[in-house]
């Protein structure tokens, strides 16, 4: 059970940040933003390859080779392939924030729940046996209520 401690602790931490409304906002933006910025980095990084490209075939034809004509394609190339990499770490960071927030509703439902001062409480307990806090109800569908509900949110049960 000790493993299962650290669990919740962890989950715990999680939970608390990760299913904030800061956090779901927070986690759409990321998706979203990343999800534009990797598509733009990687129309640069195609860009910057067919003017590269383009600029050496023109070469080619004058015979007249220019610098200029390379080094523009290359920076575009090169400013894709950041914000292509920059863009894949927000998404990165998004689904991290996705995965912690639904694993912790995942584990909140599975283990049993715990007070807001940190203590880890049995299933069933209506107050914290370490700060006498009311606890949230957990109801027998597995839907945690606020200490106040009556009722369950979820099935309608009348909550103990
Ligand atoms: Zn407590
Ligand atoms: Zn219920």
Request: with cysteine; charged share 20%; hydrophobic share 40%.
């Amino acid at each position: 059970m000790k493993l299962l401690d650290t669990i919740k602790e962890l989950n715990a931490n999680i939970s608390d940040v990760a299913t904030s409304e800061k956090a779901k906002k927070l986690r759409k933006k990321l998706l979203v933003g990343g999800g534009i910025g990797a598509g733009v980095g990687i129309l640069m990084v195609l860009a910057g390859f067919i003017l590269f490209m383009t600029a050496g075939d023109s070469m080619m034809e004058s015979m007249s080779p220019s610098m200029s004509s390379f080094i523009f394609p290359m920076i575009i190339f090169m400013l894709g392939g950041i914000v292509t990499t920059v863009s894949i770490f927000f998404i990165k960071a998004g689904l991290t924030i996705l995965i912690g927030g639904e694993s912790s509703k995942f584990i909140d439902k599975t283990v049993n729940t715990r007070c807001e001062c940190g203590e880890s409480v049995k299933e069933g307990d209506k107050f914290c046996p370490k700060c006498g806090r009311a606890l949230r109800k957990t109801c027998s569908c597995g839907k945690v209520n606020e200490p106040n509900a009556e009722y369950c949110s979820e099935c309608g049960k009348k909550l103990v």
